[in-house]
């Protein structure tokens, strides 16, 4: 274990997170992990670690790091104008940074949130399972909390020199934050809360992302979509990309840090696949539904698996 | 009732009523008993509530079809599946004054003394129906009718960890510190989510809950106990039906 960096500006919020804290939501335990999981697995297979190693997630506003170890590094996500000593850092490519240099992060071009992969993983504590950070009840990360300044960031010893700087996604992989293409989804659960008339209009009206967005949820505005009774309903389980309407008829969105349970009813769920497409959206954008099919969804899922495991094969044999 | 249907590209729902009632929570917690002693490749975890389970699985390690089928094989032998053992959890509450803010507010309110309310709130056993809405919170049926108190009109911005409350119809325990509309009539020095602990979560859906009231002195003695990691509340396990 060793110190590999200094945070000197924290940023706006700034945690580690991995995959998420699975196995505990029957007791309550929200997932946590990070909002765009497909960046952070890139990002860690381009410094040659596990998908699941933990990274550090930036969002918009970065932090100011100083270097303390010779080491390697990859951001993928969110474009927000990274420098080591002033000198551009692109996204979806490892990098080697030395002890003394000052990695920063600026003005936020595209996307929302970042991860930035260090190889050996950032060091936490694993609180069950996961080394996540809940800002909301202290769990996990660097003590439950996102970065402030004066934090040592930890990292295991890897043999980081034979990890080769230069890993890269191809152009045409990487993802487009800027698209216009409808989020995707699967209707239901909650099909009978609503009328015919009211998905009509879910899946036609455009609603836009509020400053009231977070990890937790995303909160959209738009033309009020009504209930055919009420919006309560017995309290139940909510997933990753769930769709809640509560009484006021505008949608939120529940992400990572989402609470295990919710007494909304809910419209549709966002497939796995355009959940990144979505949190990496900036707050005030439009964005439109679509409802696809399970077998569709799916599909794209597994695709998207395949892809992964071919880039960490291509990956490896280019050490 | 039995009902299944997809929820997400990732998640299953099985619903067992359309009610919150006893009977329909108990298949709830027969069903994921089953779930645990039956473990299947592909499902990552599972959610109970009042009337369903919700199961969260990888699609690249089952299909849906292939799912649907195992559950319903599942609740096939369900009938055959002895109601999970319940546990008997007593909580230790202090209703004085200085842990109970509201408390005035609900005897007023109810037109009842405060010792009448905790006789009230101590009396019953409660049912934890599920857990969620933050780590640890148990979700309690049986609260008297008499107790039945609307919300704060406005939420205060910080409740203690352990303050005991009541919000319409339910009864509740906060966990951990956090923003809250309930009405405050007592404190636990018990913790429901111990970061210190193995067993971090102190309640499981299906347990049995009874209040018992404590006065202030046992209260701070229990809390340097918790402090200590020397204090375990009561658990009984009791066989057979809980309903």
Same mark, same amino acid.
């Given at each position: 274990?060793?110190?590999?960096?200094?945070?000197?500006?924290?940023?706006?919020?700034?945690?580690?997170?991995?995959? $998420?804290?699975?196995?505990?939501?029957?007791?309550?335990?929200?997932?946590?992990?990070?909002?765009?999981?497909?960046?952070?697995?890139?990002?860690?297979?381009?410094?040659?670690?596990?998908?699941?190693?933990?990274?550090?997630?930036?969002?918009?506003?970065?932090?100011?790091?100083?270097?303390?170890?010779?080491?390697?590094?990859?951001?993928?996500?969110?474009?927000?104008?990274?420098?080591?000593?002033? &000198?551009?850092? #692109?996204?979806?490519?490892?990098?080697?940074?030395?002890?003394?240099?000052?990695?920063?992060? =600026?003005?936020?071009?595209?996307?929302?949130?970042?991860?930035?992969?260090?190889?050996?993983?950032?060091?936490?504590?694993?609180?069950?399972?996961?080394?996540?950070? +809940?800002?909301?009840?202290?769990?996990?990360?660097? &003590? $439950?909390?996102?970065?402030?300044?004066?934090?040592?960031?930890?990292?295991?010893?890897?043999?980081?020199?034979?990890?080769?700087?230069?890993?890269?996604?191809?152009?045409?992989?990487?993802?487009?934050?800027?698209?216009?293409?409808?989020?995707?989804?699967?209707?239901?659960?909650?099909?009978?809360?609503?009328?015919?008339?009211?998905?009509?209009?879910?899946?036609?009206?455009?609603?836009?992302?509020?400053?009231?967005?977070?990890?937790? =949820?995303?909160?959209?505005?738009?033309?009020?979509?009504?209930?055919?009774?009420?919006?309560?309903?017995?309290?139940?389980?909510?997933?990753? =990309?769930?769709?809640?309407?509560?009484? @006021?008829?505008?949608?939120?969105?529940?992400?990572?840090?989402?609470?295990?349970?919710?007494?909304?009813?809910?419209?549709?769920?966002?497939?796995?696949?355009?959940?990144?497409?979505?949190?990496?959206?900036?707050?005030?954008?439009?964005?439109?539904?679509?409802?696809?099919?399970? &077998?569709?969804?799916?599909?794209? +899922?597994?695709?998207?698996?395949?892809?992964?495991?071919?880039?960490?094969?291509?990956?490896?044999?280019?050490? | 009732?039995?009902?299944?249907?997809?929820? $997400?590209?990732?998640?299953?729902?099985?619903?067992?009523? #359309?009610?919150?009632?006893?009977?329909?929570?108990?298949?709830?917690?027969?069903?994921?008993?089953?779930?645990?002693? /039956?473990?299947?490749?592909?499902?990552? &975890?599972?959610?109970?509530?009042?009337?369903?389970?919700?199961?969260?699985?990888?699609?690249?390690?089952?299909? /849906?079809? %292939?799912?649907?089928?195992?559950? @319903?094989?599942?609740?096939?032998?369900?009938?055959?599946?002895?109601?999970?053992?319940? *546990?008997?959890?007593?909580?230790?509450?202090? /209703? %004085?004054?200085?842990?109970?803010?509201?408390?005035?507010?609900?005897?007023?309110?109810?037109?009842?003394?405060?010792?009448?309310?905790?006789?009230?709130?101590?009396?019953?056993?409660?049912?934890?129906?599920?857990?969620?809405?933050?780590?640890?919170?148990? /979700?309690?049926? =049986?609260?008297?009718?008499?107790?039945?108190?609307?919300?704060?009109?406005?939420?205060?911005?910080?409740?203690?960890?352990?303050?005991?409350?009541?919000?319409?119809?339910?009864?509740?325990?906060?966990?951990?510190?956090?923003?809250?509309?309930? *009405?405050?009539?007592?404190?636990?020095?018990?913790?429901?989510?111990?970061?210190?602990?193995?067993?971090?979560?102190?309640?499981?859906?299906?347990?049995?809950?009874?209040?018992?009231?404590?006065?202030?002195?046992?209260?701070?003695?229990?809390?340097?106990?918790?402090?200590?990691?020397?204090?375990?509340?009561?658990?009984?396990?009791?066989?057979?039906?809980?309903?």
């Amino acid at each position: 274990m060793k110190k590999i960096f200094e945070v000197i500006k924290p940023g706006l919020s700034t945690s580690i997170q991995d995959l $998420g804290r699975m196995g505990y939501q029957k007791y309550g335990i929200p997932t946590s992990g990070a909002m765009d999981v497909f960046a952070h697995r890139v990002a860690n297979l381009l410094v040659g670690n596990q998908e699941e190693e933990a990274t550090l997630e930036i969002m918009l506003m970065g932090p100011q790091l100083k270097v303390l170890q010779d080491t390697v590094v990859a951001i993928g996500g969110a474009d927000l104008s990274a420098t080591i000593d002033d &000198e551009p850092l #692109n996204s979806w490519k490892s990098f080697r940074v030395y002890a003394g240099q000052i990695l920063t992060f =600026g003005k936020p071009v595209n996307g929302t949130y970042a991860y930035l992969a260090v190889s050996g993983g950032f060091f936490a504590e694993e609180v069950m399972g996961s080394k996540s950070t +809940y800002a909301q009840a202290n769990i996990g990360g660097l &003590e $439950g909390r996102v970065l402030q300044k004066g934090d040592y960031l930890l990292s295991a010893d890897a043999d980081w020199k034979s990890i080769r700087a230069g890993r890269y996604l191809k152009n045409t992989d990487l993802p487009n934050y800027e698209h216009h293409r409808p989020i995707r989804v699967i209707t239901g659960p909650d099909i009978f809360a609503f009328s015919d008339k009211t998905y009509q209009q879910f899946y036609q009206e455009s609603y836009r992302i509020t400053e009231q967005s977070n990890r937790m =949820g995303y909160r959209l505005d738009g033309k009020a979509l009504s209930h055919t009774d009420r919006a309560d309903i017995i309290s139940d389980a909510v997933l990753p =990309g769930t769709i809640q309407v509560p009484a @006021n008829g505008q949608p939120i969105v529940l992400l990572s840090d989402r609470q295990t349970t919710g007494g909304y009813a809910r419209i549709a769920t966002v497939i796995t696949t355009d959940i990144p497409l979505l949190v990496q959206k900036k707050i005030g954008s439009e964005i439109q539904f679509l409802s696809v099919s399970l &077998e569709r969804a799916q599909a794209d +899922y597994l695709q998207q698996q395949r892809y992964l495991r071919m880039l960490r094969t291509a990956l490896q044999q280019h050490i | 009732m039995y009902s299944i249907q997809l929820y $997400g590209d990732r998640g299953v729902r099985i619903q067992f009523g #359309n009610k919150i009632e006893r009977q329909v929570n108990v298949n709830v917690h027969r069903f994921t008993s089953l779930l645990e002693k /039956y473990p299947m490749k592909g499902i990552t &975890e599972w959610i109970p509530a009042y009337t369903s389970v919700t199961i969260y699985y990888n699609p690249g390690e089952i299909t /849906y079809m %292939e799912l649907e089928k195992k559950l @319903n094989q599942l609740q096939k032998i369900m009938s055959e599946e002895a109601p999970p053992a319940a *546990r008997k959890i007593t909580i230790p509450v202090c /209703y %004085e004054k200085e842990f109970a803010v509201d408390m005035d507010d609900v005897a007023e309110y109810h037109k009842l003394s405060s010792q009448e309310i905790i006789r009230l709130h101590t009396e019953p056993l409660y049912y934890v129906y599920m857990m969620g809405f933050m780590p640890g919170f148990p /979700y309690l049926g =049986g609260l008297s009718e008499k107790l039945f108190t609307p919300r704060l009109d406005s939420p205060r911005k910080r409740v203690d960890r352990g303050s005991v409350g009541i919000a319409d119809q339910q009864t509740g325990i906060y966990p951990l510190d956090s923003p809250g509309g309930w *009405r405050i009539i007592g404190k636990t020095p018990a913790r429901l989510y111990d970061a210190e602990k193995e067993n971090k979560i102190l309640i499981r859906s299906g347990d049995m809950l009874q209040f018992e009231a404590i006065d202030s002195e046992a209260y701070y003695k229990i809390e340097d106990a918790v402090q200590n990691g020397e204090y375990q509340p009561e658990i009984s396990e009791e066989k057979g039906d809980p309903s």
